[in-house]
């Protein structure tokens, strides 16, 4: 089955690295046919070139790769613009400019760069990418235009033909900001005023015209905003400062450079940089995606409920933010394959995007797990009735292959910014009421209240105080005697864990998930069979035959490394015979992903002669395939089945099916829960093989379980 599941995921991992391949080199493709591009590692060392790279620098690719980038560098700048390069990619942002490089044979060309960081999964920097375009033409304009040694009316004549000629827009305003001079292609870059495009009119007016006109495409459309912008794009002309881009109307984008000459003139040239603009967009949605779902993924999140927050804050009203996961999504991975669950996780993604509204945020963030972020919501009712939409459309069944799931989900929900205003806060918050969904209504929405961060304080204090007492070895032991259902006779116990804290009786449905959650599971699952042998020992020095004693280990306990060893060591130490131990265990540990590990302890364990039992059978995703992987000895049907056998034709059948099944495996059943002389009949004519429950006796210690043995002793000496 191992084999199988690896070869699933490794065909499913095959088709989508080949489908994501494809997608790359149709981006590869169309930079090399657009763009000049170099990938450095941290150290500027060249790790790879494109083809447009080699022609324009006139070195092959074998003769810079490897070399450091300044192999090209021609002296042109000071150090100091090289400094604030490297200031800015290192601390992982974009970095914009012009460069002037060098080619082998000597000769300078320029290039408009644009250096960004390239990280790994992790998102830790591990080099740069830089895109260029030549600008080597433009810039020979810009000096062209620029030069004072050449006669005033024939460098007008000369200015004229060469802007003419250029494909990119340039135009100039004289000290009073009133247009000069101006091309054709400036024109058509500014085609929604081209009307307005005349000698003499100032900067402003035709920028205000731009603006009125949907010229470009602005952060915020409303009175206020294009205000905003105009001010701030006045600021900037008469202030230039490096390069700025504009996003127009119809998807161009347009790079514009202006300076100011000591005349008083400003010079600006605007450049069609689209396709550049694009590959970026393309880059960071590949960084900001999902591949699987195509979701956004959680790089973003953040940022994302920042904006949230803020927004809630200014127009004084509510938004959430939403966690969730899917419930048993492991077992569905690990019973079907991670394919079937990757198509479960695609469908769950498109069906969230249909129940929420357009402007609801969808994150994958890992996993089974999703965040929901909601800007705005009028209420809690409102959003109570949102989520049971989102879980109501999740849970619809889903067809994978032959098999028909049925998925279900948990929510979480923390309102901002009422209930928290950071996103870690909304997330930790949100984690929260996610908890106590799952702990009080597993497949339903929970809204986060202060009373569940106290639960959650309380269930922490819990967890110390366990980890006390384990350690002090504080905990107890109580045997639940189990008999056969033919004759009534004892055959053995369950050995059950018992704790008091402060004179109250904790249940183990209580602090067991605790201990699990804390780490404690190993410590608490040795002392426990520590102390159960220790129990049967002296029962069986009052002349009474303990039979089986069964004791519950957990997945982690086999995991460890060594823990055959240490069940033998423990055998020899109070002299239990290795066949009077049984270990149970659940259907969720085979379903662990530490499988093959525990598959191998569990075989070492059979070999030194312990029984293996699968507690709560048929109440998880078991399967036969599971039973023949891992030899067990015994099948205990489950007391949810066993409460209702009487009423319900479910439980019933249930029942019969895993006696019949056990039989025919070779393996004894043991019914827990029987309470009632009905619910022994019916397992009695089924044949199930033996029984507990309080119909028989309640869990023992102390002087109640010896006052059983001698009890059970004086029964067994009158039969003989």
Not at 94 to 114: F, H, M, P, Q
Request: aromatic residues 6%; glycine residues 8%.
């Amino acid at each position: 089955m191992a084999i199988t599941h690896c070869c699933s995921f490794v065909e499913t991992a095959g088709r989508q690295a080949s489908a994501l391949q494809s997608e790359l080199d149709a981006y590869r493709t169309a930079l090399d046919q657009h763009a000049i591009v170099a990938i450095t590692d941290r150290r500027g060392k060249i790790t790879h070139v494109n083809e447009p790279f080699c022609r324009i620098s006139q070195y092959d690719r074998h003769e810079l790769v490897g070399q450091k980038h300044s192999i090209v560098n021609s002296g042109h700048h000071p150090r100091s613009f090289f400094t604030g390069m490297w200031r800015d990619i290192s601390a992982g942002r974009v970095w914009r400019g012009e460069i002037c490089n060098r080619a082998k044979d000597g000769t300078l060309y320029w290039v408009d760069t644009s250096i960004v960081p390239y990280l790994d999964d992790t998102g830790r920097n591990i080099g740069y990418v830089s895109i260029r375009y030549d600008i080597t033409e433009r810039k020979t304009a810009e000096a062209t235009l620029l030069a004072e040694n050449v006669r005033r009316r024939k460098a007008e004549t000369l200015l004229l033909d060469v802007i003419e000629t250029l494909p990119d827009g340039v135009a100039a305003f004289d000290a009073d900001d009133k247009l000069i001079l101006f091309n054709k292609a400036y024109v058509d870059i500014h085609d929604k005023v081209s009307d307005e495009i005349q000698a003499g009119i100032p900067f402003g007016d035709l920028l205000r015209h731009a603006v009125e006109r949907g010229q470009f495409v602005l952060p915020d459309d409303s009175d206020k905003g294009q205000a905003e912008w105009l001010e701030a794009r006045l600021r900037a002309y008469h202030q230039p400062n490096g390069p700025l881009v504009q996003h127009l109307y119809d998807d161009r984008w347009i790079q514009v450079h202006e300076r100011r000459s000591n005349s008083g003139n400003t010079v600006g040239v605007r450049t069609d940089i689209t396709g550049l603009k694009r590959a970026e967009i393309t880059i960071k949605q590949q960084a900001e995606r999902d591949p699987l779902t195509g979701l956004y993924n959680r790089s973003v999140l953040n940022a994302y409920l920042h904006r949230a927050c803020t927004r809630a804050q200014k127009g004084n009203y509510t938004g959430a933010l939403v966690v969730g996961d899917l419930d048993d999504f492991k077992s569905i991975n690990d019973t079907l394959g991670h394919e079937a669950g990757d198509t479960l996780l695609r469908e769950v993604a498109s069906r969230l995007c249909v129940a929420l509204r357009a402007n609801d945020i969808v994150l994958r963030l890992g996993g089974d797990e999703f965040a929901i972020i909601l800007p705005r919501i009028t209420s809690e009712g409102a959003l109570i009735r949102l989520l049971g939409r989102v879980i109501k459309s999740v849970t619809q069944p889903v067809a994978i292959g032959s098999r028909q799931i049925q998925p279900r989900c948990s929510l979480g929900a923390c309102l901002f910014p009422n209930q928290a205003a950071t996103p870690s806060d909304l997330m930790k918050n949100a984690d929260i009421a996610l908890y106590a969904a799952k702990s009080s209504n597993r497949g339903g929405c929970r809204i986060f209240d202060t009373t569940m961060r106290a639960a959650i304080d309380k269930r922490d204090r819990l967890a110390a105080s366990l980890r006390t007492d384990v350690a002090a070895e504080r905990l107890s032991v109580a045997f639940q005697p189990q008999v056969c259902l033919r004759d009534g006779s004892h055959v053995g116990f369950e050995a059950l864990a018992r704790w008091r804290l402060n004179g109250r009786a904790v249940p183990p449905a209580e602090f067991i998930p605790v201990a699990e959650d804390a780490g404690l599971a190993v410590q608490l699952g040795t002392y426990m069979l520590g102390k159960s042998l220790a129990t049967a020992r002296e029962l069986n020095g009052l002349s009474f035959s303990c039979g089986t004693v069964a004791v519950n280990v957990a997945a982690a306990q086999l995991k460890m490394d060594g823990f055959a060893s240490l069940v033998a060591t423990m055998l020899a130490r109070y002299g239990m015979p290795p066949g009077n131990l049984e270990l149970e265990i659940t259907e969720n540990t085979l379903l662990d992903r530490g499988s093959d590990k525990i598959a191998r302890t569990l075989s070492e364990l059979k070999e030194l002669g312990v029984k293996i039992a699968l507690d709560d059978f048929g109440t998880g995703y078991a399967s036969l395939v599971h039973l023949k992987r891992f030899s067990v000895d015994r099948l205990k049907i489950d007391r949810s089945f066993v409460g209702d056998i009487e009423s319900s034709q479910d439980s019933s059948m249930i029942s019969k099916a895993i006696i019949s099944l056990a039989h025919s495996l070779g393996l004894s059943v043991v019914a827990e829960g029987i309470e009632t002389s009905e619910q022994l009949a019916f397992l009695r004519t089924q044949r199930c093989d033996f029984g507990q429950g309080y119909l028989f006796s309640r869990p023992l210690d102390g002087e109640a379980l010896i006052a059983y043995a001698d009890a059970r002793s004086s029964i067994a000496r009158r039969r003989a």
